[in-house]
């Protein structure tokens, strides 16, 4: 097996046995999933020459989403995209009347991520990094030290160096306090209202008008917009691009007052419209959700008619895989890529703790059996698997006298209740 370097093998064991998707190692243990991958890598490259691509990636609780959009994630780090990510939650979603849209954006550029920087919080770093770079090109072409520059000119440099961008709306506004952000930087200002303009943390117009000198903020119905000028802002200053990506989907699907799910839908439909139609560039956007989520006539993505018809299988697919098309639905994964699967993590937990596990093929694939027994009441995921099969490492390492068989032959398993279920059911306006 591979050799993993420790810290990530730790994070990853930690993460697995929580349930939970791993930040980063993600390649260690990925199975399956070529054609999809095939399709996100494409429409990265598509990213990166000023297109983009907007899906939907379907599947049931615990098969693999939220795994395959970390591991694009992590791909399109690495490949020098800027990357955004949040989580729908009952205060977060598209747009609402207790600024739920504003509440979203906030987590997309909390999350804001890049190679140098992967787990989030990299809005100030692309921004220094990307002063630094002008400032060391005004002292080549000065042939002046970096301190002799006044700041007054790098901010104006900044404005210029943007200006292609401005057939975006609020383009002027973005631009004038980015240069503001250089003046806080190079006057030492602790609390920077730059910062804070760019973070959609400001309630109140008055508020930037006095310190900032403009007009116009993030608000609840503009917030896509200030995410299209992120995506062509990275793309100017060196980057690739910005994908972004939305996951708990379900959490529209569950908003009780229909006025308000509308809405929502009506939202998501002006941003798949927007990057269809090559209304923005160097932009992906991925919303992940539950199969009910997008096809339930009565209150998914299919009872906004708008939606469906962009959405729904194509006549001649017949029941065959599409994924070229708007929505990937991911099918659960075969016995022999969870066989594949339960050896990598073996390997993984001998690594960590130094020793021979006692389990050899024959009893992974005993194992594999006994877990798919419990389809009958309701489909075992990977994520079970993964999860209880490192806890039965866990358990036969600690306890030596311990058999197999006594703890997995002849045992049955029942499959976890879907924590959907458990979301608050009536999300009023």
């Known amino acids: 097996m591979t050799e993993i370097p420790r810290r990530t093998l730790v994070t990853m064991m930690n993460a697995l046995s929580s349930g939970v998707v791993p930040r980063r190692g993600l390649e260690y243990i990925a199975v399956g999933r070529r054609r999809e991958t095939e399709t996100f890598v494409n429409d990265l490259e598509d990213t990166a020459e000023g297109g983009g691509a907007f899906r939907f990636i379907s599947g049931k ?128 200002r602790e609390d920077m209202p730059s910062l804070r303009w760019l973070k959609g943390e400001y309630e109140l117009r008055s508020d930037v008008r006095r310190d900032l000198g403009i007009t116009n903020m993030v608000n609840d119905t503009n917030w896509y917009d200030f995410i299209k000028i992120w995506a062509e802002f990275a793309h100017r200053i060196g980057y690739k691009g910005l994908v972004v990506f939305i996951d708990e989907g379900v959490v529209l699907y569950k908003i009780q007052n229909r006025v308000a799910r509308s809405n929502n839908y009506e939202r998501l439909l002006s941003m798949f419209n927007d990057i269809m139609q090559g209304k923005s560039s160097h932009l992906s956007v991925y919303v992940c959700g539950t199969p009910e989520f997008i096809e339930d006539p009565d209150r998914g993505l299919y009872s906004y008619e708008a939606l469906r018809s962009r959405l729904v299988a194509g006549r001649f697919e017949n029941g065959y895989d599409n994924y070229l098309g708007p929505v990937i639905n991911l099918r659960p994964l075969t016995n022999e890529e969870v066989f594949v699967l339960l050896r990598t993590l073996r390997g993984m937990h001998e690594q960590r703790y130094g020793y021979r596990s006692e389990i050899d093929d024959a009893m992974l694939e005993t194992y594999l059996k006994t877990v798919t027994c419990a389809i009958g009441q309701g489909m075992v995921t990977p994520r079970e698997i993964t999860r209880d099969f490192i806890s039965l490492l866990d358990t036969m390492h600690q306890n030596p006298d311990v058999t197999f068989s006594q703890l997995v032959e002849n045992r049955t398993v029942s499959p976890d209740r879907d924590p959907d279920d458990d979301l608050i059911e009536d999300l009023e306006v």
């Open 61 to 188: 609780f615990g098969n693999g989403k939220s795994f395959m959009i970390q591991m694009v994630r992590n791909y399109a780090m690495d490949r020098g995209f800027v990357v955004m990510d949040a989580d729908l939650a009952i205060n977060r979603r598209l747009t609402g009347s207790k600024k739920e849209g504003l509440n979203t954006y906030r987590e997309l550029v909390r999350n804001m991520a890049v190679k140098s920087r992967p787990d989030g919080g990299a809005l100030e770093l692309v921004l220094q990094r990307w002063i630094d770079e002008v400032r060391q090109r005004m002292s080549a072409e000065r042939n002046l030290p970096l301190k002799d520059i006044p700041a007054g000119d790098v901010a104006e440099r900044l404005a210029r160096e943007t200006s292609a961008m401005s057939g975006l709306t609020y383009y002027q506004d973005f631009a004038a306090v980015v240069s503001a952000y250089w003046r806080d930087v190079s006057s030492g």
